[in-house]
């Protein structure tokens, strides 16, 4: 059996922002690759200005669900994993209170569907978001805290039994961003006179994992038109000015090429800093 990579994320456009070059990479090698999205994303921002709000909106999981199928096949992912619990909303928002929200679903059922995804699956690595979600979101925090219990009580027979045999995941990795890289971007965007996504003063800038965090960097400089072709399948979140598809592909290429990672769990021998998620597992 060809090695295996799971991502699981909060909304669909998650697993291409995050990684989207990294997914394409590996399916290109012939890992096989599936991503779990856990909501339907129907409270998000609706970006694309020939969507009329009121005709998509009560429709927008659906949409989103297509595009998510879309930007997949894209990349290469074998397999997607719709478990269409309800968007919760930013941090702070009343939605999060919403009783049939992600954030507010017990644990326990969401976890066990994501046990029976990876003894289905039998992925060697598994890439989720840290405790902070990146950023904050409730579902981002949510499928961080699902995929830790789930990866965990994978490996045990007794736990969840009538979900498959018991599969033990090698590795888990979060998902990252350097501080270095929002800082280049920063200064990058200034010397080429665009508008920068993180501000113009560094210091005000909260995003991004410290350095000494990262460690693992993927390069997905052959990937970056792919990844580019996925964004442009997330129509309905990702607009025409969103910061990767404003800069040339050269330039990214030369300038961002990585993608980075914080390594969580290791059941093998490590040896960070890593160009690789399946450094350490026997092929």
Not at 161 to 186: D, M, N
Not at 202 to 226: M, W
Request: net charge negative; hydrophobic share 40%.
């Amino acid at each position: 059996m060809a090695p295996g990579l799971l991502a699981v994320h909060a909304h669909a456009d998650d697993e291409t922002i995050t990684m989207g070059g990294t997914l394409a990479h590996y399916a290109s090698l012939g890992v096989r690759t599936a991503n779990v999205c856990c909501t339907d994303g129907r409270l998000a921002t609706i970006v694309d200005p020939t969507m009329v709000e009121e005709e998509v909106r009560p429709r927008l999981g659906e949409v989103r669900h297509a595009e998510l199928t879309e930007a997949c096949a894209i990349l290469g992912v074998g397999e997607l994993h719709w478990l269409g619990y309800h968007d919760s909303g930013m941090e702070g928002a009343a939605s999060n209170r919403e009783p049939d929200s992600f954030w507010m679903t017990p644990l326990d059922g969401i976890v066990e569907r994501l046990v029976g995804i990876i003894r289905d699956f039998r992925p060697d690595v598994v890439v989720t978001y840290d405790a902070h979600g990146a950023y904050g979101h409730p579902d981002h925090v949510q499928a961080h805290r699902a995929t830790l219990l789930a990866v965990e009580a994978a490996q045990h027979a007794r736990v969840y039994p009538e979900v498959g045999k018991p599969w033990r995941v090698s590795k888990l990795y979060y998902t990252a961003f350097a501080r270095s890289s929002v800082l280049k971007i920063i200064e990058f965007s200034r010397m080429a006179g665009m508008e920068s996504p993180f501000g113009d003063d560094p210091e005000a800038v909260e995003f991004g994992t410290p350095d000494e965090l990262i460690t693992a960097r993927i390069d997905c400089s052959e990937q970056i038109a792919v990844k580019r072709r996925a964004l442009q399948a997330h129509r309905s979140q990702i607009a025409d000015d969103f910061p990767l598809m404003r800069v040339p592909e050269e330039m990214l290429r030369e300038h961002f090429p990585t993608e980075h990672y914080s390594l969580a769990l290791s059941r093998v021998p490590v040896n960070p800093p890593e160009d690789d998620l399946f450094a350490g597992i026997a092929g």
